[in-house]
């Protein structure tokens, strides 16, 4: 309840140009928001850094349109859910495996043409898990990323800004959906 406090007081002087203020919840909540970035991203760095910093810059930029009806990190949170599925919906077509990524084993212990095979397969299985996330409407794609990201049911719903037994119902349609998708 103090860190709401805090925030509250934080955002209103960054509202007002006090550039410290806005410093002091950048660094609050610069490491949470990377690494809420980059679990969807599915680890890749450089776009996890250029996304944190989109993501800051509009905070930035909209902070004049926070209410305060929700916590300040949760309004954040939304805004790096937002930016960061933006870059993917306009990476989903391009091509996410093609054959110069798949290496020879570096081992000669006999690992060879098995190992490939697995390597190709898990591929596949991860392929059509991926595919069949992304055909999920926005809000469950969101909520079962998130989930799979790590978060618990509460830290979704509050990223989300719904409630607890919304979410649970989300999720719930969510994985009925992919069990769908992935049976056919």
């Not at 309840?1 to 909540?29: H, I, P, S």
């Not at 190709?120 to 055909?135: C, G, P, T």
Request: glycine share 4%; net charge positive; aromatic share 8%.
């Amino acid at each position: 309840m103090a860190q709401d406090a805090n925030d509250r007081e934080l955002v209103d002087r960054a509202r007002v140009g006090d550039k410290v203020a806005w410093e002091m919840l950048y660094r609050c909540y610069e490491r949470r928001i990377y690494l809420l970035i980059l679990r969807l991203v599915r680890g890749n760095v450089p776009i996890a850094e250029e996304l944190h910093q989109d993501a800051f810059f509009q905070a930035w930029r909209s902070l004049g349109n926070f209410r305060g009806e929700c916590k300040f990190v949760g309004w954040l949170r939304t805004i790096a859910i937002n930016v960061a599925f933006k870059h993917l919906r306009k990476e989903k077509n391009k091509p996410t495996m093609s054959m110069t990524d798949i290496q020879e084993p570096t081992s000669d212990k006999g690992a060879g043409a098995k190992s490939i095979e697995r390597s190709i397969d898990q591929k596949q299985r991860a392929d059509r898990l991926e595919k069949a996330i992304r055909s999920l409407p926005d809000q469950q794609r969101i909520a079962i990323t998130l989930r799979l990201a790590g978060y618990s049911y509460a830290e979704v719903a509050e990223a989300m800004d719904v409630s607890l037994g919304t979410i649970q119902s989300t999720l719930f349609q969510a994985r009925e959906n992919l069990n769908r998708e992935l049976r056919k």
